[in-house]
């Protein structure tokens, strides 16, 4: 060889080394590089440690694996609920057994919405709500919600710690809560509550407040009214007007002068802070307006039939009601009158109660409906055939109760249509009138048959019941011992926790 080929390979052997060199160099570099991303990027370091944690996993016995299979996290138990507006794309939990953070919104449903529309209004995802209303049917039905009803809507919003990517909507908007429930008091006694279980599904259930029932007195003398006088020592409306039906058949309210004295036993169930929520049965009755004391007893008898009675076992319920309609004034009596729309005086041949459109007017009596039709200058009228000769007329009605048509058979005090303002009408009022044997009758004097009368073994058991009656009327407490809000019953706005 050449002294020029020896130097020919020298060369070629140096650049050789040189190549190597920087080869091994760019690979030291590359590694370097790598190891120091992987240590500041925690996605990474957090993959490491689940590949970590699933090698650890696979050496671990059947009884642990099985355990740790049990273990759920929220988001994945999210990602098992089917959302038809929901695409979960992935989450990496630091602590997989963490609850998400749960924060609650007070709503009041408002004029024209929808249960659905009140949970989507305020973020919830629509199948969500769905689903929600769907588990709460059995308990109440949605369309039962009204303007005014408070609610309380839950939704979960996992810890921004927690979470990498949160789920995506439809539109591409990011969300990061979901419908964990709502809890909302249809009543007094009930709350009613729908949660988001572990899978995805919403469940309903009831809680019922727990009452004590009382026996209160409300005695004293009429003031302005019996009404008022009787709701300043602590009735309810609820006890006052069915104090006016049990009077009602022998009681003209107009005849009521200051100073009559009443005595009237109830019932009320308060809760664990001594308010009223709801009030119960009368169980005894006085009221003197004429010298006469009138003294009532409610009795159950064996086939579940109430009634109230005098001392003697008289029903205080007669053939007819005087008034048919509660809440109501006297705006024109029976007789001759001045018409204020034909402009001249004629007779008058029935009473006429003002009330607001809509007011139930209920049956005078038991009967048969002879006719529910427009008649007329009476507008829509109802008449109906009762015992004894009796006929009663109910006139100027704005429509009439569901399945109230001639032929059908009602019962005394059942609603049979509302008041209106149709036919010859000046405004909302109902106009009634008694007929005997074909003649119109003044309601409001008539001596009206009385009812039944209890006898025989009725009678003795009758006896044994007024007299516990007379113990518990003795040992019952004042109304306003227990509540001093001078009558008002508690609502679901203003019951709390009842």
């Known amino acids: 060889m050449s002294g020029f080929d020896v130097h020919l390979a020298d060369a070629r052997r140096s650049r050789s080394l040189v190549f190597f060199i920087a080869v091994g160099a760019a690979l030291l570099l590359t590694v370097g590089f790598l190891i120091s991303r992987d240590q500041s990027d925690p996605r990474l370091m957090a993959q490491a440690q689940t590949e970590m944690a699933d090698d650890d996993a696979t050496e671990m016995s059947a009884e642990s694996a099985d355990a740790d299979d049990a273990a759920v996290s929220p988001l994945e138990a999210l990602d098992a609920a089917p959302q038809s507006s929901v695409l979960t794309e992935h989450a990496l939990f630091t602590n997989p057994n963490k609850r998400p953070a749960v924060h609650s919104v007070d709503v009041t449903v408002r004029r024209g919405q929808t249960f659905a ?68 008091r249809p009543d007094q006694e009930r709350t009613l509550t729908v949660s988001r279980d572990g899978q995805g599904q919403f469940h309903a259930r009831e809680a019922t407040a727990s009452l004590r029932r009382e026996v209160v007195r409300v005695r004293g003398e009429v003031s302005s009214s019996l009404y008022l006088s009787a709701i300043e020592l602590g009735a309810t409306d609820r006890v006052v007007f ?35 929520v709801r ?23 064996d086939d579940g039939e109430v009634g109230y009675y005098t001392g003697e076992g008289e029903s205080a319920q007669r053939l007819l009601m005087r008034m048919p309609i509660n809440g109501a004034r006297i705006s ?9 729309v034909l402009n001249r005086n004629r007779p008058h041949n029935g009473t006429d109660f003002a009330a607001p459109r809509g007011t139930p007017v209920m049956a005078a009596g038991a009967g048969i409906v002879e006719r529910a039709n427009r008649f007329g200058s009476f ?32 019962q005394q005090g059942q609603i ?37 009368r209890l006898e025989a073994d009725e009678l003795d058991d009758f006896t044994r019941a007024r007299d516990e009656l007379l113990q518990i009327r003795d040992n019952a407490p004042p109304a306003l011992d227990v509540r001093e809000d001078g009558g008002a019953i508690l609502t679901a706005d203003n019951a709390g926790d009842a």
């Open 117 to 184: 529309s009140v949970l989507s209004d305020a973020g919830a995802d629509r199948v969500d709500a769905a689903r929600a209303i769907n588990a709460l049917d059995p308990l109440y039905a949605a369309r039962l919600l009204r303007a005014g009803q408070d609610l309380t809507l839950y939704f979960e919003t996992p810890a921004p710690y927690e979470i990498q990517h949160a789920f995506n909507t439809e539109e591409g908007s990011v969300s990061t809560t979901r419908l964990a429930g709502f809890s909302f």
């Open 242 to 276: 069915e104090l006016a039906n049990i009077l009602g058949f022998a009681v003209d309210f107009r005849t009521v002068q200051p100073g009559d004295p009443f005595d009237v036993v109830f019932e009320r169930f308060v809760n664990s802070r001594g308010e009223t």
């Open 279 to 301: 009030t119960g049965d009368i169980l005894y009755v006085v009221f003197d307006g004429r010298g006469d004391p009138l003294e009532y007893f409610r009795y159950e008898m």
């Open 332 to 340: 024109s009596s029976f007789g001759m009158r001045f018409h204020p």
């Open 379 to 410: 507008g829509n009228y109802v008449r109906i055939r009762h015992a004894n000769g009796y006929q009663t007329a109910y006139a100027h009605l704005q429509g009439f109760a569901s399945g109230v048509r001639a032929g059908t058979r009602v």
């Open 416 to 452: 049979i249509a509302y008041v209106g303002t149709t036919g010859r009408s000046t405004g909302p009022h109902l106009h009634y009138e008694v007929h005997l044997n074909g003649n119109p009758t003044n309601p409001m004097s008539l001596d009206l048959p009385t009812g039944r």
